[in-house]
């Protein structure tokens, strides 16, 4: 049977192309007599080299070493579908004292290797031998994700993994900080479940193992256990784990039609108690300064206590007054900056009394605290005053600034409040007050301005 040799080091392409490392491993691939990239050099197996390759940057060590490390998993995966036979044990111990004894030697040409070459040199590069028919022979899914455990993610352990998935989707842009921590913590439950299922391996988690897991979630919420919202969100993490960890080639498990999870109940059919400014202002006369500017901001732009929290009023302010738009990017939910317009005067006083409050500080919340204690004790404190004057919840107020988008967008008061606008209005209001709010689904508004009927 004829071999042939494969260099998956591609130092050198990699510096020729300054393209970047996977147009070099594209030129590799074209390069080896197997071919080209079709015959022998998967798509799938691009994306291994670049996972091991980060991998192996972080622990210090170089490409080579990590072609090394594909060319034995494939080396194995060969032997183990019978398409190259393993080597003799007496000639393998007698090759490995040949090369104790007269230092390191090619495999292909057998020419002596310099040991004084560093690691990450191409002169020290171990050509691996793999047969011509392994293209062939393995399939692509065992090239290309399957090549070592939990698609090499840097952890045996599932659950550890997922969040080290997540961790590379924050480092892309795609993920903020908080939504990975907390989808991590989502995936580890998930973990345990797979793990009594005997599954230990995020690459053989099956859609079918996430419909058994969502399914025992539904009994739970049938048992009044949990809510459908958090099954629902459970699922989700799963979902947005294995998403991350497979490149985007998983195939997302729906918790409502394929876990049989009851579709959750959203939708506000009570007005919201921020409507009324006076009963507003009288809670927050009890409020400090900043306790005043998180529930106006809330109140005027809509925003999320902990956008409160973080924004920086004074850029913020000068921002409205240039520009007539308020951007949003701390403390936003999933990563999604957004830009809110500026169209009263009320909203620039309360960017005033908010930069006022902020004083020397980087943002409206106190300097010597950070977020977790600032939301343990301060937020906690704001709420619990307006609920004493009247205001259930922190998020009626900007319920309140939806319903007030709404009827000047459309000309009709909010569903909630018992309006009825034109279906097109009440599409293009949601669709304008959706964006407002940081929410990228249209149905969501549902919870701040109630159904369309």
């Known amino acids: 049977m004829q071999r042939h040799w494969l260099n998956f080091s591609f130092v050198e392409n990699e510096r020729k192309s300054d393209c970047g490392r996977d147009e070099a491993a594209e030129m590799l691939a074209a390069q080896t007599p197997l071919g080209g990239a079709e015959a022998c050099f998967p798509a799938h197996l691009n994306i291994s080299i ?32 019978g ?9 393998s111990s007698q090759r490995r004292k040949k090369q104790r004894k007269g230092g390191l030697h090619c495999q292909k040409c057998s020419k002596p290797l310099d040991r004084r070459a560093s690691s990450n040199d191409s002169r020290k590069t171990q050509h691996s031998m793999l047969s011509g028919l392994i ?42 900080f908080d939504h990975a921590a907390k989808t991590g913590k989502s995936f580890a439950k998930f973990a345990e479940f797979a793990k009594e299922n005997g599954v230990k391996d995020m690459q053989y988690v099956t859609p079918e193992l996430v419909k058994e897991y969502g399914q025992q979630l539904a009994d739970r919420v049938s048992n009044d256990e949990i809510s459908n919202g958090h099954a629902q969100n459970l ?68 925003l999320r206590t902990k956008e409160s929290s973080l924004l920086n009023a004074q850029s913020a302010l000068r921002e409205a007054q240039q520009r007539g738009v308020v951007s949003i990017s701390e403390g936003t939910k999933g990563g999604r900056d957004r830009q809110i317009p500026i169209t009263s005067a ?61 009827q000047a967008l459309s000309g009709h008061r909010a569903p909630v ?27 969501i508004t549902n919870s701040y301005i109630g159904a369309h009927t």
């Open 417 to 443: 409040l018992g309006g009825n606008a034109p279906k097109a209005d009440d599409r293009a209001a949601r669709l304008q007050i959706a964006s407002e709010l940081g929410h990228g689904r249209t149905d």
């Open 346 to 406: 009320r909203q620039i006083q309360t960017l005033q009394q908010a930069a006022l409050a902020q004083g020397n500080a980087r943002a409206v919340m106190p300097p010597e605290k950070n977020w977790k204690q600032w939301k343990e004790n301060g937020l906690r404190s704001i709420r619990e005053t307006l609920q004493s004057s009247g205001i259930s919840r922190l998020h009626d107020l900007r319920s309140s600034y939806a319903c007030e988008r709404y």
């Open 235 to 302: 699922v989700s993490s799963v979902n947005a784990t294995m998403r991350e960890a497979t490149a985007g080639r998983w195939k997302s498990v729906s918790s409502v039609k394929d876990s049989g999870i009851n579709q959750r109940n959203n939708i506000r059919t009570t007005p919201p108690t921020g409507l009324d400014r006076t009963q507003v202002e009288r809670g927050m006369n009890v409020l400090n300064a900043r306790g005043q500017a998180i529930a106006q901001l809330g109140r005027e732009l809509g």
């Open 135 to 176: 293209a062939s022979e393995i399939n692509k899914k065992s090239w290309g994700l399957n090549m070592a455990r939990n698609f090499g993610l840097g952890s045996r352990d599932m659950s550890k993994a997922g969040q080290f998935a997540l961790n590379n989707a924050v480092k892309d842009g795609g993920m903020s």
């Open 83 to 91: 398409v190259i036979s393993r080597e003799h044990p007496k000639k």
């Open 50 to 81: 670049r996972r091991f390759g980060r991998r192996a940057q972080e622990r210090g060590g170089g490409v080579n070493a990590v072609g090394r490390r594909l060319s034995r998993v494939a080396t194995h995966m060969a032997i183990g579908k």
